[in-house]
């Protein structure tokens, strides 16, 4: 049953440039995750997480996983079913971020740059119970036209887009960077819990832009002390 799953997710992947992840959390586990990171941004205090930048409409909470290493260990526990879906056996982390939206807040439509050739977007809490939808782009991004991947707007201009509905612990996955994608109505619960996770095809011609593109030595060794 799960192959099956598996591989409707990778036909929809290939053929309509995205696809919808049931449950790929419980909901149980989705609040146990926002429970544990709230009590860490609450210890350090809200005020160190907020941002903005040119997609979002209002400030939020952002934590990027170069930051926060669980989002690490989350992403790479998710990696092995990403190249499923995706067919890109080489297919490598390169950063994830949780997001906090407020009341109101705006995921304007956009693509992302090149670290996100293949992206996942989950759904963790509304604090209302309200769907907030996520739109995809049916056409890709034309990338021999640079201004074409610097988009942002309010709406698809009207480019043909689908729409997926997510429950707290639902996914979707998608290009990040060839296809356009955003929310188009306004946060209507008073906040919401996301996590966004990017990846590279690590024979491709991003590789290195793989684990965030930090040129790291791995190379560790350890001195266990004899009793």
């Known amino acids: 049953m799960a192959e099956t799953r598996t591989e409707a997710y990778r036909q929809s992947y290939r053929e309509e440039g995205y ?3 049931k449950s790929l959390f419980s909901p149980a586990v989705s609040a146990r995750l926002v429970a544990d990171v709230g009590e860490d941004i609450h210890r350090v205090g809200v005020d160190k997480f907020l ?20 989002l ?3 992403q790479w526990g998710v990696t092995a079913l990403m190249r499923d879906i995706t067919g890109v056996a080489t297919l490598e982390p390169s950063f994830g971020y949780f997001q906090i939206y407020g009341a109101g807040n705006r995921l304007y439509v956009h693509s992302d740059r090149a670290s996100c050739e293949h992206s996942m977007s989950v759904t963790l809490a509304y ?3 309200e769907p907030w939808d996520l739109v995809v782009s049916k056409s890709l991004v ?5 201004e074409e991947g610097k988009k942002v707007g309010e709406t698809f201009d009207g480019e ?5 509905s997510m429950a707290p612990g639902d996914a979707v996955a998608y290009p990040g960077h060839d296809r356009r994608h955003g929310r188009l109505e306004p946060n209507p619960n008073r906040w919401s819990a996301h996590i ?20 790291r030595d791995t190379a560790i060794d350890f001195n ?3 009793a």
């Open 19 to 21: 696809c919808l992840i």
């Open 51 to 70: 941002g903005q930048t040119s997609i979002h409409s209002h400030p939020g909470i952002e934590i990027y996983s170069h930051h926060y290493k669980m």
């Open 72 to 74: 690490n260990t989350l």
């Open 127 to 129: 604090s209302d119970g």
């Open 142 to 146: 034309d990338h021999s036209l640079p």
């Open 160 to 164: 043909d887009y689908h729409r997926a």
């Open 196 to 215: 966004f996770l990017h990846w590279v095809d690590g024979a491709g011609e991003n590789a290195g832009l793989a684990f965030d593109g930090k040129d």
């Open 224 to 226: 266990i002390p004899r």
